[in-house]
């Protein structure tokens, strides 16, 4: 997932916060998210403001067991670094759901790299990716692509 709609000028970017479409689109992101999948194992969030404002929007609407704030995904994070983390926290903590909030570009080339086939998604702010995992064989098939709408 890729966080809700941001402010567009701060002096740190770490800082910038959602607007208040950003909210609304964090919200209908969760609503999603909850008729989709209604109960996820593990969030791995950004510990930049607008990624824990969408988070915490999320979370608010459906549940969430374990959340993990992570400084390895935030948009200049290393693709090959996350994709191994998670498949380490797939097959040891046994998930059966996942949720990453982050950024672009990261959020793009993780589905790519997950998938081992160039997407190139732009996400919009606010929208989720649904990959559909297989922990053996540390491949993902696209299931769906939620876009807010605006």
Known sequence: MRHGEAENS???????????????????????????????????????????????????????????????????????????????????RNLKSLIVVSHMPLVSYLVDSFCGQLRSILFTTASVARLDYDIEANKAVFGELYLPEK
């Open 10 to 92: 701060f002096s740190n970017d770490a800082q910038r916060s959602l607007t208040t479409q950003g909210f609304i689109e964090s919200q209908k992101a969760g609503v999603w998210l909850n008729d989709t999948v209604n109960h996820i194992d593990y969030a791995l969030v950004s510990p930049f403001k607008r990624a824990r404002q969408t988070y915490e929007m999320v979370q608010s609407i459906t549940t969430v067991a374990h959340t993990e704030f992570s400084e390895d995904i935030i948009p200049s994070g290393s693709v090959e670094l996350v994709h191994d983390y998670i498949q380490v926290l797939a097959q040891e």
